[in-house]
């Protein structure tokens, strides 16, 4: 972050310093997490469902912060921020569902304007914004990629995507930066338009418009109107990026007067993808077209659902100033940066493969994340999907996982180890039971576990995906980790092993089950 005194912070925020002088000096960054705060910093105190952060305002100053961002008084030097306004404490939010007195409200709406008051002294600074219902990490994770190598870029980890991580990371940027690409999400109409008020955006990336969270927006059309809320948010002199595969994000060209820039993993467009094809680990090659420029590109990462978000990411590259060549060597040369996302590893000592797509699933990427799993199995191979369910899917949620298991017996998964005995899980099991797939349900991510290395085989493929309340990463570290049974169960003919060793066991069309994971969790947007 750019220097400010607390004095600056108070201003910019619309509040007042407390026991300070307003002259103390932020020289390093701002933290919300006070195990993390430094030399420098400003503490930002949150209060949450079981922890408030205004309890660790002395400690974060005894480890070196210069102020506190409060709610109320802290006993040290702070800037105490006035109540929000009142839209964004009734919103649907996580940080907010806790929030009895409106000081989680206000302190995140500060947060919010502290960011964009730094940003609004950055003139060299260039935003992207990437926001779609599936691939905003990977795609967000590649446009970095590719505006690093132009100047100082700052993306958020992960999937810091919400009104937290949001301002949290445009706060990084300083005077030297460059680039910031900012992965938008929304859980309700206004989301996106709230965060591009905090980061305005010169250009936008909409990737697509499928089902996820639809449970909360109540149709892919409510959906379409608030991704198409980034679009609106950009200037006459920015560029929309739009998928032109995707009818929904098509359509918003005519809701922005930005200059639009359509790509496509189908046909010509504006920035496409041609002769398509895949490697033996689902890596995908194509060649890249940006009006009289094509290049061949090998992709490192995996699935063949990458090849949209990549050549989503080189038309916003393109669009901020970088040249063409150096966008295909960047798209070569990119790894995934974000964990538990299409993250593949192969098991050294029986070359098992490993797919940790654990981070997040809706029914797009799960069919995704299946055929992947799918491409990369030799033939002599088995195919094992370790899943479990899929958050926000609204009251078509148990046919929406049971259409999940029809698709993986049509593609040829060999077996399925389903987490869970909520409705959602449980639906998979009847579905793929009725389908013929041999199917294991589980009580949680240790039997899940265990039964992965009961079946697994050399030279295997395994996916593990899920919403990423369920933790389903734990399943795809122990596989990695290791070694499989010598009393190896058939995919076949689960049925006829040890069903002491094997507590979950197809039988026939149906499986027996013990299970007893809680269908209530909270799950991620």
């Known amino acids: 972050m750019i220097a400010l005194t607390l004095a600056q912070v108070a201003q910019a925020v619309g509040g007042r310093v407390d026991h300070g002088t307003g002259d103390e000096l932020i020289t390093g960054g701002v933290e919300f997490d006070s195990r993390k705060v430094g030399h420098g910093d400003l503490f930002v105190a949150i209060p949450g469902a079981r922890v408030d952060g205004h309890d660790f305002a002395q400690r974060a100053c005894d480890q070196g912060a210069v102020g506190v961002l409060a709610a109320r008084p802290v006993g040290v030097p702070a ?6 306004p009142d839209e964004l404490g009734s919103g649907n939010s996580y940080a907010t569902e806790h929030d009895s007195d409106g000081s989680v409200a206000a302190v995140i709406f500060a947060l919010g304007r502290l960011a964009r008051a730094v940003l609004d002294r950055l003139d060299a600074l260039t935003v992207i914004g990437v926001t779609g219902s599936a691939g ?24 810091f995507n919400n009104e937290i991580g949001h301002p949290y990371t445009a706060l990084q940027c300083d005077e030297e930066t460059e ?14 338009a709230h965060l591009a008020t905090i980061a ?28 198409g809320e980034l679009v609106e948010a950009l200037p006459a002199s920015g560029v929309a990026v739009l998928n032109a595969d995707d009818p929904f994000v098509a359509a918003m060209a005519s809701r922005t007067r ?4 359509r790509f496509s993993a189908r046909g010509p467009a504006d920035v496409w993808a041609s002769d398509i094809s895949v490697d033996a680990l689902s890596r995908p090659r194509f060649v890249l077209h940006a009006g009289e420029h094509e290049a061949e590109v090998q992709l490192q990462i995996f ?23 150096d966008a295909a060597t960047r798209l070569c040369e990119h790894r995934s940066a974000s964990a538990h996302r299409m993250d593949v590893r192969t098991r050294e000592h029986d070359q098992v493969v490993v797919i940790d797509d654990s981070y997040n699933a809706n029914p797009e990427s799960m069919r995704a994340g299946l055929r992947s799993l799918v491409a990369m199995k030799k033939p002599e191979a088995h195919a094992i999907a370790v899943l479990g369910p899929m958050s ?6 148990a046919e929406d996982h049971a259409e999940i298991a029809r698709f993986a017996h049509e593609i040829g998964v060999s077996s399925l180890i389903v987490v869970g005995d909520n409705p959602n899980s449980l639906a998979v099991v009847e579905a793929a039971s009725q389908c013929g797939v041999p199917t294991f349900s589980v009580s949680d991510t240790t039997e899940a576990a265990r039964i992965a290395q009961q079946i697994i085989e050399a030279g295997d493929v395994v996916l593990v995906k899920a919403s990423n309340a369920f933790r389903l ?3 795809a570290e122990a596989v990695l980790a290791g070694n499989p049974s010598e009393e190896r169960k058939s995919h076949a003919d689960g049925a006829e092993g040890d069903s002491q060793s094997l507590s979950c066991a197809c039988v026939g069309e149906k499986t027996v089950t013990n299970s007893s994971l809680s269908g209530n969790r909270k799950q991620d947007a």
């Open 179 to 192: 680039f910031l690409v900012a992965e938008m999400s929304a859980r309700g109409i206004g989301h996106v």
């Open 200 to 227: 305005p955006p010169q250009i936008g990336v909409v990737l697509n418009v499928g089902t996820a969270h639809v449970g909360e927006f109540g149709s892919q059309e409510n959906i379409a109107v608030a991704k």
């Open 392 to 397: 926000e899917l609204g009251e078509n949620a």
């Open 473 to 475: 990463w734990t399943v």
């Open 79 to 84: 800037v105490i921020v006035p109540p929000a």
């Open 136 to 159: 905003k990490t990977s795609t967000k994770d590649i446009v970095a990629t590719l505006c690093s190598q132009q100047g100082p870029t700052i993306a958020p980890p992960g999937s």
């Open 258 to 261: 930005a200059r639009v820039c």
């Open 303 to 325: 699935g063949l659902h990458q090849v949209s978000n990549a050549v989503a990411a080189a038309a916003a590259a393109l669009a901020a100033g970088v040249e063409f060549s």
